[in-house]
């Protein structure tokens, strides 16, 4: 029996406020992410989306006013589904009410 692979995830109190939405960047785009444009929210926003599936995933941006987080729990969890939760898209297509 495969024993899986354990992750660990962060559940935080979060302020979201103006959430603007952007395109995704895919891969290991360092260069890309180190730009200024991705390293704060965009003019009249607090936080950011993704464009093609708004709301899986939220970024604050640390200092930017009225997005604080508060850290409540680490959660870890063990799998067999996946290796790697941003590469094996499976977890996002589970539906836990038929459980």
Not at 18 to 24: D, F, G, N, V
Not at 76 to 88: A, E, G, I, M, N
């Given at each position: 029996?495969?024993?899986g692979?354990?992750?660990?995830?962060?559940l935080?109190?979060?302020?979201?406020?103006?959430?603007a939405?952007?395109?995704?960047?895919?891969g290991?785009?360092?260069?890309?992410l180190?730009?200024?444009?991705?390293?704060e929210?965009?003019d009249?926003?607090?936080?950011?989306?993704?464009d093609d599936?708004?709301?899986?995933e939220?970024v604050?941006?640390p200092g930017?006013p009225?997005?604080?987080a508060?850290?409540a729990?680490?959660?870890?969890?063990t799998t067999?589904l996946?290796?790697?939760?941003?590469q094996?898209l499976?977890?996002?297509?589970?539906?836990?009410?038929?459980?």
């Amino acid at each position: 029996s495969n024993p899986g692979t354990s992750f660990k995830i962060i559940l935080a109190r979060v302020v979201v406020g103006r959430c603007a939405r952007k395109t995704a960047i895919r891969g290991k785009a360092v260069k890309e992410l180190s730009k200024k444009e991705h390293r704060e929210p965009p003019d009249g926003s607090h936080s950011v989306t993704s464009d093609d599936n708004p709301g899986r995933e939220v970024v604050v941006f640390p200092g930017s006013p009225g997005t604080p987080a508060y850290p409540a729990y680490v959660l870890t969890y063990t799998t067999p589904l996946c290796k790697d939760p941003y590469q094996d898209l499976i977890l996002f297509n589970i539906n836990f009410c038929e459980r």
